[in-house]
């Protein structure tokens, strides 16, 4: 008698066991799928980041000639904000293509198909209307076949003048120190005049055969380059 009770004992806590670590497991499975969801989703996301990251770099990038910047420890100023690029590529469907200016400047100028640029994503990419301004310069100077002459063609988005560095050249921005000498602060050129981690302090120290400009010297107003009126 009392061994049958205590085999229902046994029995009845067994299955209440088993019973619970049912109930357990299902309710671990169903915070993992949560789990799992979530954590797909911000795959997704991530994946989603890097493709618009990818595409945009290939518009905004710099071309393989493009000019490097020397800055001294005390510059704090950047005399351009945006180097072009002719790479861009791929182009895209005409009827997707934007056709004017959210900025008020009209009609984009039309780009040859040979170039292979991806229109779309070159006028959309744009946030500003320096930005825009800065695209249409770098067009017109490639139909006039002149955008060769330069390393660099860069915007100043504080004064809005397209600053053009020519081969050859060094765009510098200077300084006045403690003893009234003019200091450089920011100096920028193509590679093969500027290495990486060259730092010149002094006009004097930049050799005779590189020619040095200032941004007051090769600044260009955009809106009468492209003969636009500011809107």
């Given at each position: 008698?009392?061994?049958?009770?205590?085999?229902?004992?046994?029995?009845?806590?067994?299955?209440?066991?088993?019973?619970?670590?049912?109930?357990?497991?299902?309710?671990?499975?169903?915070?993992?799928?949560?789990e799992r969801k979530a954590a797909s989703d911000a795959q997704k996301l991530l994946r989603q980041s890097e493709i618009e990251k990818s595409e945009k770099s290939k518009v905004a990038e710099q071309a393989a000639g493009a000019p490097v910047e020397s800055t001294t420890p005390t510059a704090e100023k950047s005399i351009t904000n945006e180097v072009t690029n002719d790479d861009e590529v791929a182009a895209t469907a005409e009827e997707?293509?934007?056709?004017?200016?959210?900025?008020?400047?009209?009609?984009?100028?039309?780009?040859?198909?040979?170039?292979?640029?991806?229109?779309?994503?070159?006028?959309?990419?744009?946030?500003?209307?320096?930005?825009?301004?800065?695209?249409?310069?770098?067009?017109?100077?490639?139909?006039?076949?002149?955008?060769?002459?330069?390393?660099?063609?860069?915007?100043?988005?504080?004064?809005?003048?397209?600053?053009?560095?020519?081969?050859?050249?060094?765009?510098?921005?200077?300084?006045?120190?403690?003893?009234?000498?003019?200091?450089?602060?920011?100096?920028?050129?193509?590679?093969?005049?500027?290495?990486?981690?060259?730092?010149?302090?002094?006009?004097?120290?930049?050799?005779?055969?590189?020619?040095?400009?200032?941004?007051?010297?090769?600044?260009?107003?955009?809106?009468?380059?492209?003969?636009?009126?500011?809107?």
């Open positions: 008698m009392i061994k049958s009770i205590y085999t229902r004992w046994i029995l009845g806590g067994t299955a209440l066991l088993i019973i619970i670590a049912g109930g357990c497991y299902l309710w671990y499975q169903h915070s993992l799928t949560d997707d293509i934007p056709k004017e200016s959210p900025f008020g400047l009209g009609p984009y100028p039309e780009i040859p198909k040979e170039w292979g640029w991806n229109v779309k994503f070159l006028w959309e990419s744009r946030e500003t209307i320096e930005d825009e301004l800065l695209k249409r310069v770098t067009i017109k100077m490639r139909k006039e076949g002149t955008r060769s002459k330069y390393s660099s063609v860069g915007i100043n988005h504080g004064t809005g003048l397209i600053t053009p560095i020519e081969y050859g050249s060094i765009l510098v921005e200077y300084e006045t120190d403690e003893n009234g000498e003019q200091r450089i602060v920011k100096a920028k050129g193509h590679p093969s005049l500027l290495p990486p981690g060259t730092i010149y302090r002094y006009a004097h120290e930049i050799p005779s055969h590189i020619k040095i400009v200032t941004a007051e010297e090769i600044a260009i107003d955009p809106y009468e380059y492209l003969g636009l009126q500011k809107p």
